[in-house]
């Protein structure tokens, strides 16, 4: 990695062949993270330095405040430059976050067919196949032969995101499938159609960007081409930005089972009041949903009164039942994110989650009434603890495994269905179970 | 999706023309998901009515007890053929879930030089780079020329798993790469060295396989090259290998941040045994520290026999502290698993964590101050409840902060700092506080 420190000397002492020979053989991710360390006199000075041919691929990686202060800076032709370098799905990208008087300025420098085709990108959903896909793709007809082919990828081939999945349409209508792959590895006088695969994966514009990303790991996809209403190609999907949606999806999930709003943006972007807004509505929804377990205790106020040590395992009961909650949960949640849970399953996860919680119910209430009969030699204690626990625990991983799985049949998301909202829910169960047998056993 | 039940009758009617065409026509992954339905009798004739060039991709998508099965099943001819077609990685990924006896057999049926090789690949640790890459790739000499290149390509291309990615080595050492991109834009006649890039990211045999699932998403990388200790190049890691890695990788921090040992396993894979198995060691570990909070309670057994509705908080103010907790520390994990995140930076996270947590806790103290007033009329309780609430919030954010960023320091996995172990530390420090200000203000 370039050492910031000696960048930025560079820079100050105007050593430009230096810098443009080490902007020459870094990587374009690489310099955009440099760059992204610059204060905005130097960041302006060190893009224009960046080779031609690659400073649309660095303006692509760069975060969203950069790229808006360089489009502010950037003369008419720079601009026009880079975005005539910019791939489709990167500039839909950069309008999607820019303030409207600088999409209006880029939505000017770009010619008619493409000022159409962006505002046609831009109008489809946030999480939708549309909202990810890039125009630009190979096509090729089915009565060309291989070697044309090549012939037009050579042509048109530069400036298309992925040229290793060629896609034959017919009026439009997706008809087949060439790799390069096929194409390197064919006799040069084969016709495409003879060579074509037609049984196709594609996805809808509207498809969730979510299921696009499964499909990509499911059939080890490099890129998904993408249909219209009408089932005509408009696009495709490749695959980094397929890997960019299963590290979102996968950062979204685990925030929400944490009972938080997710945020597109990474910790250190978002600001303290943001991070405080995405938390506080979990936490007053839970804490005044607690005060119903808090209510309920108060009902049993008797039976702490005469035997003070019940309120001590109060901690114990609940955190277990909250922990077992949480962890059949999570399995769930994980489950239904990568297919391999659905609701039809429910009785099947039922009958399992109820086997297990009997061997964990059993060992735990075992470790724990053994430890208590041995502290307070007591055996009634040991078996209202005992009991409680297997019960607590029963029903715990009940909920944890039933939760997620009806939010996602009535279309909810299961990962807000997790640990903190099962936990609430597992608490009052607990003190109810606890409280009762207490009550039982000795007789208050 | 082909229907299961048409496709058993199908077969059992012996219409192997009509299975043989349905089977031509489907995708590997979608044929070995058809064939895992099936009983054994039936895996063992459809399997062999699959085009032969898909048979080894179709078996490399077969879970493991279906891939035992069918190796005892195959002839000697039979498992000849699907090991020439398999790919190396997928390969070395059957052997390591074998028996011996079967291993055994595998080795004898394939050539010395192969022998050689998967000794070597299964010989590295389970977590590295060298145990997910494979060995076949395609190498060019920086001496030919587009045309002789893709000669070659033609040649040998169709038995490697990608072709993408061409590299270019000198006496073994890796000098230079080439895209199929960079060969199909250009002209016939220029040299691959004046064509290939040189500036290579490359990880070594022992590199985590999570680093490198985090370099193909850093830099969008379709395949990358593996170098041994002596830096000669020795394989590489395709994309569909490192997506599987990073999915793995997500599930397994999702396990463990539930307070779970992880399963390479799905969860119906997973024994009803072995999920006990997997859940019980933690939740004895969290009991047995929750009842230390409990004894804590006991030491102010006088306070709440004086006034029992203090007892009615515990629940609410152990859930609210706990989920501030895990709100942060799972903002962490996820953070450093994603390479944001560094322990260098763990003063800027306890300044912001600080200012967070004063929001969030203000906010929550006044919502239930008030509540509390409104209910019980009691200017003190709402006051104690109030501050209680600030201070449990704001040592549960700095522990859910902290956990993770110092287990990372010492080389454990932050993940297992996730919410349960913090919600048992933060529960005992809440429980302190509230009763510490309870005795205070009520002078108990």
Redesign the interface.
């Known amino acids: 990695m370039m050492d910031k420190e000696i960048f930025v000397s560079l820079l100050q002492e105007r050593q430009f062949k230096a810098v443009r020979s080490i902007l020459h053989?870094?990587?374009a991710?690489d310099i955009a993270s440099l760059l992204s360390e610059l204060d905005d006199k130097e960041l302006a000075l060190a893009f224009r330095l960046i080779p031609k041919e690659e400073a649309a691929e660095v303006f692509a990686n760069m975060n969203n405040s950069l790229q808006t202060y360089l489009v502010e800076m950037f003369t008419e032709k720079e601009l026009k430059e880079i975005l005539d370098d910019l791939y489709m799905d990167d500039t839909v990208d950069l309008l999607e976050e820019l303030p409207a008087n600088l999409v209006i300025r880029i939505l000017d420098s770009v010619s008619q067919s493409k000022r159409n085709m962006i505002n046609v990108l831009l109008n489809y959903p946030d999480d939708s196949a549309g909202s990810i896909m890039t125009t630009e793709y190979v096509g090729l007809r089915q009565y060309m032969n291989v070697t044309e082919s090549?012939a037009h990828?050579?042509r048109t081939?530069?400036h298309k995101e992925t040229?290793?999945t060629c896609y034959i349409t017919d009026k439009r209508r997706l008809i087949g499938i060439v790799t390069?792959?096929d194409l390197?590895?064919a006799e040069d006088d084969v016709l495409i159609k003879d060579l074509m695969e037609?049984?196709i994966?594609s996805v809808n514009t509207h498809t969730d960007k979510e299921e696009v990303a499964q499909l990509?790991?499911?059939?080890?996809l490099?890129a998904i081409p993408v249909l219209d209403a009408e089932n005509l190609m408009v696009g495709i999907v490749t695959?980094?930005d397929a890997?960019?949606v299963?590290?979102e999806e996968?950062?979204e999930?685990?925030?929400k089972?944490?009972?938080?709003s997710p945020s597109e943006k990474?910790?250190?972007e978002t600001s303290?009041?943001d991070?405080?807004k995405n938390?506080?509505p979990?936490?007053?929804v839970?804490?005044?949903s607690?005060?119903v377990?808090?209510?309920i205790?108060?009902r049993f106020?008797d039976a702490?009164?005469v035997i003070?040590?019940l309120?001590?395992?109060?901690?114990?009961l609940?955190?277990?039942g909250?922990?077992?909650g949480?962890?059949s949960?999570?399995?769930?949640i994980?489950?239904i994110a990568?297919d391999?849970?659905h609701f039809k399953?429910i009785f099947?996860?039922i009958f399992?989650e109820f086997?297990?919680s009997m061997?964990?119910g059993t060992?735990?209430a075992v470790?724990?009434a053994t430890?208590i009969y041995l502290m307070y030699h007591s055996p009634q204690l040991a078996i209202v603890i005992g009991f409680s626990l297997i019960f607590a625990i029963m029903i715990a991983e009940l909920i944890g495994c039933l939760l997620p799985l009806c939010a996602k049949r009535i279309g909810l998301d299961p990962a807000l269905m997790a640990?903190?909202l099962i936990?609430?829910l597992v608490?009052t169960c607990t003190?109810i179970i606890y409280f009762s047998i207490a009550t039982m056993v000795f007789h208050l």
């Open positions: 053989v870094m990587n991710v090549m990828i050579r081939g530069i040229i290793y390069a792959k390197l590895t037609t049984e994966i990509f790991t499911k059939y080890d490099l695959f980094d890997m960019d299963m590290v996968a950062t999930d685990i925030t089972m944490a009972a938080m990474s910790y250190f303290v009041f991070h405080a938390r506080i979990w936490l007053l839970l804490m005044l607690a005060t377990t808090g209510t205790i108060t106020e702490f009164a003070p040590l309120v001590s395992f109060i901690p114990m609940m955190d277990t909250g922990n077992c949480s962890q949960s999570t399995l769930i994980r489950g990568l391999e849970i399953d099947r996860i399992k086997r297990i061997i964990v060992i735990l470790a724990n430890r640990s903190p936990t609430t608490d003190i």
